[in-house]
């Protein structure tokens, strides 16, 4: 079992950026690559970013390259997600998801187990 909490959210102004981070439990944090999802309201959820369990290859969504940074710290069990240039329609919760079989994908049903989300706003 792994327990997921992001943390990071917030108002900000395009533009502007912002850090989320998810802490997971457990030792088996280094097993398992991680993935970042986001929900806006009407919408269905998106893949954003996932990271392998080395941390070794990412991939992005192309609504977020060069504009996000997925990286992981494996003494601290925490995966991060670095977000600038922000624009409105990055508004959403934003879900970290951990994929016990390290795919590193970008579907949601590849992904074992999720954070409660973070809410992200992006003021124009």
């Known amino acids: 079992q792994v327990q997921l909490v992001e943390s990071g959210g917030g108002l900000v102004q395009a533009g502007g950026s912002l850090r989320l981070s998810c802490a997971a439990s457990g030792r088996t944090f280094s097993r398992y690559s991680m993935g970042w999802f986001r929900q806006a309201p009407g919408k269905e959820r998106e893949f954003v970013a996932a990271?392998?369990?080395?941390?070794?290859?990412?991939y992005y969504a192309d609504s977020v390259k060069g504009r996000f940074a997925v990286t992981r710290d494996s003494a601290k069990s925490t995966v991060y997600l670095e977000m600038n240039s922000l624009k409105p329609e990055d508004t959403a919760v934003y879900y970290c998801?951990?994929?016990?079989?390290?795919?590193?994908?970008?579907?949601?049903?590849?992904?074992?187990?999720w954070g409660q989300g973070t809410q992200v706003t992006v003021s124009s």
């Open positions: 990271i392998s369990r080395n941390g070794g290859y990412t």
């Open positions: 998801a951990a994929d016990t079989l390290n795919r590193s994908g970008s579907r949601a049903y590849e992904y074992d187990y």
